[in-house]
């Protein structure tokens, strides 16, 4: 199986910068595709950011231009660089993944992800 921890949640003030970072553990497929996803309660998780394999990325409308999803450390970390934030985005993050998909060109639907971390909080204040 798939372990996900996120780490690097917290508060930050509205238009400040917040680094999520996300290790990946346990069973590796050949083309994984590891996404964000955030979540307000009583509400679905939202898609925030998703790479695949190839480095091709893509990303929900609301942080288009804002947010920045990477890998480090051989693929086994995945990071949501967070500029500019704004208190929508006051909710919990979430890391996922995806086994097998080959490329990307628009943030794949939730069902595609079968593991995800525990979520970390993030709090925006304005």
């Known amino acids: 199986q798939v372990q996900l921890v996120e780490s690097g949640g917290g508060s930050v003030t509205a238009g400040g910068s917040l680094r999520l970072s996300c290790a990946v553990s346990g069973r590796q497929y050949t083309t994984p595709c590891m996404a964000w996803f955030r979540q307000v309660p009583g509400k679905e998780r939202e898609g925030v950011a998703a790479i695949d394999f190839y480095g091709n990325t893509a990303y929900g409308a609301s942080v288009k231009g804002r947010f920045t999803i990477s890998q480090e450390n051989e693929k086994k970390t995945l990071i949501l660089q967070m500029n500019n934030v704004q208190p929508e985005a006051s909710v919990m993050y979430f890391c996922?993944?995806?086994?097998?998909?080959?490329?990307?060109?628009?943030?794949?639907?939730?069902?595609?992800?079968?593991?995800w971390g525990q979520g970390i909080q993030v709090t925006v204040s304005s």
């Open positions: 996922a993944l995806a086994r097998e998909i080959k490329r990307i060109a628009a943030m794949p639907p939730i069902r595609y992800f079968p593991f």
